[in-house]
């Protein structure tokens, strides 16, 4: 025990909390409705703690948004930036150039 001082006085101190833990007893009255209630959600506690773990939960968004942002990225590379703007970067004339909003064409806009 001389190793531990406070835990060698908490024991020595044990006798005269007797009266005190005497007294527990009827307090314990009041704890019984939310004892009872957490007893009750014992099986609910044990499903979410059956959950798998909420640091992959992330990835479930992560990884289908990346697969995504791929196939977006190699359907443009593949087909539609490469067909489209390709003439133009190769020096071709304005006939082919794309218009984003013809429908805008002639209005007087700031």
Sequence with gaps: MDSFPLSAQLLASF???VPVFSQVGPGLADYK?????MQANVSN???VDSLPNFRL???FFEVPGILIAVLALL???LVGVSDRFLPLLEGGDDSQRIEPFPELRGL???
Excluded: K
């Excluded at 409705?33 to 209630?37: F, M, S």
């Design 15 to 17: 006798p005269q909390l």
């Design 33 to 37: 409705p939310l004892v009872d209630t």
């Design 45 to 47: 506690y044990q499903q």
């Design 57 to 59: 939960f992330t990835w």
């Design 75 to 77: 359907g443009l590379a």
């Design 108 to 110: 007087d806009l700031p």
